[in-house]
């Protein structure tokens, strides 16, 4: 009994320690975001389905999938998470898709621009070796300033950071990009 509790008491100290660590590393991916040594980089929040219809149209947001009501919300709550953690403004690219866009202008932290090498390889509607690596490019020629936030999709954020993330889901990265970038946390509103 004396050896269950001891073994119980043990566990419970290394659960703590490792929580403790992961709160501490997750502040410093944040903090490494405000001081511009790390960027944010997000799937767009929830639109429902997989790819886009065959009639798809780059200008034309009906021929797409888009937000739905769910993700809009997941988009605004974006706002929030920044403020929480000292942004209050950042510079936004997005991909051209309208589910990209959308979820960039609902976030509403700062002017939102359109970068072509965020929009989507996915069915081969692009060149996804390429695009990172314009990305990688882009991102590393940006003069210091307010924090920077990504908005692109699921294939774009695995094929830079091998991280496969869900609607909405964000990935802090350290500056400057590379092929190999470091992970500093992955992060959901």
């Known amino acids: 009994m004396i050896l269950c509790r001891l073994a119980c008491s043990a566990l419970l100290l290394l659960l703590s320690a490792l929580t403790a660590s992961a709160v501490s590393a997750d502040e410093e991916a944040w903090k490494a975001l405000q001081e511009g040594r790390a ?11 997989t790819g886009d219809p065959e009639n798809f149209a780059l200008d034309d947001c009906s021929t797409q999938r888009n937000l739905n009501d769910r993700g809009r919300e997941q988009a605004r709550a974006w706002k929030e998470l920044l403020w929480k953690h000292g942004i209050g403004e950042a510079r936004v690219y997005t991909s051209q898709w309208c589910r990209s866009r959308d979820t960039a202008t609902e976030m509403a932290i700062g002017k939102v621009t359109e970068w072509p090498p965020l929009n ?7 060149n996804g070796d390429m695009q990172t690596r314009q990305t990688i490019a ?5 003069k210091p300033g307010l924090p920077v936030v990504l908005v692109s999709h699921q294939v774009n954020i695995t094929r830079l950071t091998g991280v496969y993330p869900s609607s909405g889901e ?3 990265i350290a500056l400057p990009l590379s092929d190999n970038p470091t992970i500093l946390a992955t992060v959901m509103p």
Not at 138 to 142: A, G, I, R, S
């Open 39 to 49: 960027l944010l980089m997000l799937r767009h929040a929830l639109a429902p389905g």
């Open 120 to 126: 989507s390889f996915f069915a081969g509607r692009g």
């Open 138 to 142: 882009l991102v590393n020629e940006l």
């Open 170 to 172: 964000g990935v802090i």
